[in-house]
């Protein structure tokens, strides 16, 4: 029978609004089976962690540099709740001899792929746009664009990239999908898939599609992969759409894309510095929509992400490597 373990769960800094249902979904998977704490940021921390063998902090957010030197050669994992570890200093961990995992996208696959459907639906039938028509008492304008046969670009085709296929599909796209793996005929069929390429594919597929969705992680061959020069190789139709990372994006050449007309539109979940400036330009343009960084924020993430590290505290409780381990 594998012990109960002392769990300690890191809430997001930036308090109590993030705790729901984010924390109340890990005390609802791991508090029955394991001892689970909740981290006070009042109190001191090293009497906190005393005994402490497994760390869930909530999107990798919460760790700092001196709980990694309270924990090390005593905490067995570090569980990131989440997927990007872009703000995490992982290599401060690995020097540190902490074992780290994080959620990776398949937990919150759903819920991005779902919000990029959202963003190319509004996009299309210029919801701004509508809005200030119906308030304006002007009716029947504007004229939208239907899905049916245009052509949906998917760079970064993982388990968000595969979702947004599976919801496009239906709605007559012809896909076209960039990875760095090689998507087999079987996949293909399965996702509606016309062409699969690689990275040197990109810039072919940029030029053909309607929509260019990202999923791609953030590192630093990703950085800026949408610049000045790959925007303007877009149709000046075509619409932009980022639920991933924002600095996989130029903004400033986006923005004078956008008031430049030189694409069509874009949809924006995330960008390079958190909260943006929204007194910039890019976001009083009537062919942008933008959400703050909540694509990946519903109920069933949350549930699933809880669920994961609940299985890799049990996996470290029985002696057996955690899943996704990204050190």
């Not at 996208?105 to 919801?127: P, T």
């Not at 699969?196 to 072919?204: E, M, P, V």
Request: aromatic fraction near 6%.
């Amino acid at each position: 029978m594998p012990k109960k373990l002392t769990v300690l769960f890191l809430p997001h800094p930036l308090g109590p609004s993030m705790f729901k249902p984010w924390g109340e979904d890990v005390v609802a998977a791991v508090g029955d089976t394991h001892n689970l704490r909740i981290l006070d940021y009042s109190q001191p921390l090293a009497p906190q962690f005393e005994g402490v063998e497994v760390v869930i902090d909530q999107g990798g957010s919460a760790g700092t540099r001196e709980m990694a030197d309270i924990a090390a050669e005593k905490v067995r994992l570090w569980q990131i709740l989440g997927t990007g570890i872009d703000h995490f200093e992982l290599d401060y961990w690995i020097a540190k001899k902490i074992p780290v995992a994080n959620t990776p996208g398949l937990y919150s696959a759903v819920a991005l792929a779902e919000c990029a459907m959202m963003f190319i639906l509004m996009l299309a039938r210029k919801y701004p746009v509508t809005q200030e028509n119906l308030k304006a008492g002007e009716m029947y304008v504007p004229m939208g664009r239907e899905l049916e046969g245009l052509r949906l670009g998917i760079v970064g085709f993982g388990a968000s990239g595969t979702e947004l296929a599976r919801r496009a599909m239906p709605f007559g796209m012809r896909i076209s999908a960039i990875d760095i793996r090689d998507v087999g005929a079987d996949e293909m069929r399965e996702f509606g898939v016309e062409f699969a390429g690689k990275s040197a594919d990109l810039d072919k597929v940029l030029a053909e599609s309607d929509v260019v969705s990202l999923h791609l992680h953030l590192n630093d061959k990703t950085r800026h992969t949408i610049d000045s020069l790959r925007l303007r190789l877009m149709k000046p139709t075509a619409f932009l759409i980022n639920v991933a990372r924002g600095a996989l994006v130029d903004e400033a050449a986006l923005e004078a894309a956008l008031v430049e007309g030189r694409i069509g539109g874009a949809g924006l979940d995330a960008f390079g510095r958190e909260p943006p400036d929204v007194t910039s330009p890019l976001f009083s343009l009537p062919n942008v929509i933008a959400t703050p960084h909540t694509s990946g924020t519903t109920d069933g993430t949350s549930r699933r992400r809880a669920q994961a590290s609940a299985e890799n505290v049990d996996r470290v409780a029985a002696g057996l490597e955690p899943l996704y381990r990204v050190d």
